[in-house]
């Protein structure tokens, strides 16, 4: 590895004597970057594509919260689409704190004219403070099922009229064949990507009671339930999807 490129994921390359569920640890965070990448298919459209919802959005000395920002990578994307905007106030929150001391150092060194607040925190236990936009990049998958709804009312509370809400997530289907293929093809992306099948294995069973997802429908209708007068599922690569919902008039 050279100075400037980006460790490559080999967390799960050997077999694995007591596998241990995964977590946001030091070890991911050295190589989070080429993980999620290479895991996650989309990934980097829906970052782009965030950016660019936020111009529609944010107003001038509007305010945007990160959750689960991992490396703030989202947090990115809105400042460059947004970097006209002189007084915008930036919250990127993460309650690893590897994760979190990384990011602040990250952004600091990317973005040395734009502060962000950078906080290693809980989202659900977090003081919101009113906003216009709210990004959950692949977070709300990582809470207990239960703890899912309570945080987006809190969410929806927080969010000023006509702010918005992106909300990505690794989903399932509720028709078994839809679900195996596109759970399989997920795989086959991994493989493609550079994973054996030994790592894919070993790291679906880490993360087996750690990462819980719903249907897509599920999502949607919990939006509805906590008051979003528009919800739109905007992308979808394989099980993987993003939604945009609106507290307010869409347009
Ligand atoms: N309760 C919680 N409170 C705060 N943070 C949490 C919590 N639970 C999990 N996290 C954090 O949520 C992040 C999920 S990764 C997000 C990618 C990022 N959004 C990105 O756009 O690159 C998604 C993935 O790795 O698949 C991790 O950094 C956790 O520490
Ligand atoms: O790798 C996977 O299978 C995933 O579902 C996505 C992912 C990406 C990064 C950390 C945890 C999960």
């Known amino acids: ?3 400037n490129s ?3 994921d080999a967390l799960f390359a050997n077999p694995l004597d007591r596998l241990a569920s995964f977590s946001f640890d030091e070890q991911v965070v050295q190589v989070f970057p080429d993980m999620i990448k290479r895991s996650v298919p989309g990934y980097s459209q829906i970052l782009g594509m965030a950016g660019v ?16 920002a991992s490396l703030g990578a989202a947090t990115l994307s809105v400042a460059q689409q947004l970097d006209h905007l002189q ?3 930036l919250i990127a929150v993460d309650n690893s704190p590897a ?13 040395p004219q734009r502060p962000v607040e950078v906080v290693c925190a809980d989202i659900r236990t977090l003081d919101y403070q009113p906003c216009d936009l709210i990004l959950l990049n692949f ?3 990582f809470l207990p099922p239960a703890d899912r709804l309570p945080l987006m009312q809190r969410l929806f509370q927080a969010l000023r009229p006509g702010g918005a809400l992106i909300l990505s997530e690794k989903v399932h289907f509720s028709d078994p064949r839809q679900a195996q293929l596109l759970y399989e093809l997920h795989h086959d992306f991994k493989r493609a990507n550079g994973y054996s099948d030994m790592e894919i294995s070993q790291k679906r069973t880490a993360l087996e009671d750690v990462l819980r997802t719903d249907t897509a429908e599920v999502q949607l209708q919990r939006l509805q339930d906590c008051g979003f007068s528009f919800c739109s599922q905007w992308f979808q690569y394989l099980n993987f999807a993003s939604f945009l919902a609106i507290k307010g008039d869409p347009l």
């Open 139 to 141: 977070t709300l998958q």
């Open 99 to 111: 994760m979190s001391e990384r990011c602040r150092s990250l952004l600091a060194e990317t973005l």
């Open 87 to 89: 007084q915008l106030e």
């Open 1 to 3: 590895m050279n100075k």
């Open 53 to 68: 919802i936020a111009r529609r959005y944010v107003p001038e000395a509007g305010r945007v919260y990160d959750l689960g």
């Open 6 to 8: 980006i460790p490559r």
